[in-house]
């Protein structure tokens, strides 16, 4: 009301305007308490009527609750966003209000459904309450969220009357969008914590926060699937254990067959690299004992390559040179491609030969010894791990049949065995 000195000097129709001004600047002032979290007096019904406000949608957004100020979905269903006494208080319009009458309904059908044990006539009753975020205040009174989350369902059951009634036959979830909490608290009676063991509780809560993608309606609608399995007996502790165990096993399994897998695989692969070794070896000593059958033969012109150990094309019967080789001055024969892939490593000119102009050469007596030393080079450039460069120097004058008995495969190194093992 205007103050009676102020009404005096205006006319009926300015007094109306103003009333209607200073109705507008209060819901704004009360608006910006409630978003900054300063506690207000609740504005009576008439100033949210002026000012064209529903219950819950601008005095509500942003409020930070305590169990004292939190609404009642039975007494005050309006502030819960709510036409009559509900099971669901959401009094910031977190849910969508058709999602809320799915929920209420269903929770409804579940107490029809039900019944407990006190009160075989009186199914659970399961209310839900809904809010943007606990006051930071009531939170620090305690030492844990789950603590402070419990004491505030706690308070809610009793101050909307649910709890601690004849039939014991309530349950309160309390979740918080911006904590990103939820709790499941029975009544303190005998029968509801016979219903609603802590394990089985706890698991609710779990599997409703893990199901949350972003609408506060699917965590709450994953709680009331889980409390409607529990009261029909499809949840229990046996079968919550069963459960556990089975993923327990799966997990198990899962990490033997991964293990399994790895270790086939390194199987796999060690045994591989070790037909390779052996292959290798074997294709070393072909060369060797095809260098001493051909030494072995009558004297004459060398049909093997000395660069890759393997034989010369013949050449053809109506005099012309072999294709593919090349013949140097000193009367010696390589493939062409060996001829060139030497010359490119070595930088040398496509005149020189490279068996004459093989460096370090010792004193010899003939042409077999040159053309040993250079089978010796070059297979010790392709195996430096079966001949060494001792053996090259060893096996410059000595018979290709001591090449035979002296070469021995090197002992494989298995990636099952540490480096420096024995």
């Not at 294709?283 to 004992?289: D, M, T």
Request: aromatic content about 8%.
């Amino acid at each position: 009301q205007l103050p009676p000195q102020l009404a005096a000097g205006l006319t009926p129709g300015g007094a109306v305007r103003l009333r209607a001004a200073m109705v507008r600047i209060l819901a704004v002032v009360l608006h910006l308490c409630a978003a900054l979290g300063i506690s207000a007096v609740a504005p009576p019904q008439s100033v949210l009527a002026h000012s064209g406000s529903r219950p819950g949608d601008a005095w509500h957004k942003g409020v930070r609750w305590t169990a004292a100020s939190f609404p009642s979905p039975i007494e005050d269903p309006k502030r819960c966003n709510r036409g009559i006494a509900s099971h669901v208080c959401d009094p910031e319009n977190l849910i969508p209000s058709n999602y809320v009458d799915l929920l209420d309904h269903r929770l409804e059908n579940l107490a029809a459904a039900s019944h407990t044990e006190v009160c075989p006539s009186k199914g659970w009753q399961v209310y839900v309450a809904v809010l943007q975020g606990m006051d930071e205040v009531f939170l620090s009174k305690f030492s844990t969220l789950d603590e402070a989350f419990h004491a505030f369902a706690t308070s809610l059951g009793h101050q909307w009357g649910v709890f601690g009634g004849k039939c014991q036959n309530a349950v309160v979830v309390v979740y918080s969008v911006s904590n990103e909490y939820m709790v499941v608290q029975p009544d303190e009676g005998a029968g509801a914590r016979l219903e609603f063991p802590p394990d089985l509780i706890k698991h609710v809560a779990r599997s409703a926060l893990r199901g949350f993608r972003g609408s506060p309606y699917e965590a709450v609608a994953i709680a009331v699937d889980k409390l409607s399995a529990i009261v029909d007996g499809n949840l229990n502790v046996q079968t919550l254990a069963i459960d556990r165990a089975t993923i327990f096993i799966y997990v198990l399994v899962t990490c033997f067959g991964f293990t399994g897998a790895i270790l086939s695989l390194c199987c796999v692969y060690d045994t591989v690299l070790h037909c390779r070794h052996q292959a290798r070896f074997r294709r070393c000593y072909k060369k060797i004992e095809r260098i001493h059958n051909v030494f072995m033969q009558r004297p004459g012109e060398m049909p093997l390559c000395c660069a890759c150990v393997d034989f010369l094309p013949h050449k053809p019967s109506d005099g012309r040179a072999a294709p593919n080789v090349v013949v140097f001055l000193c009367g010696h024969r390589l493939h062409t491609d060996c001829a060139n892939a030497m010359f490119a490593r070595a930088g040398t000119s496509s005149t020189q030969c490279p068996m004459c102009t093989l460096p370090d050469q010792p004193a010899s007596d003939g042409s077999n010894d040159d053309a040993k030393s250079f089978f010796l080079h070059s297979l010790q450039k392709e195996f430096p791990d079966i001949i060494t460069q001792y053996q090259v120097g060893r096996w410059r004058l000595a018979h290709t049949e001591i090449w035979l008995s002296e070469l021995e495969q090197p002992r494989y190194k298995s990636i099952w065995k540490p480096e420096g093992s024995s």
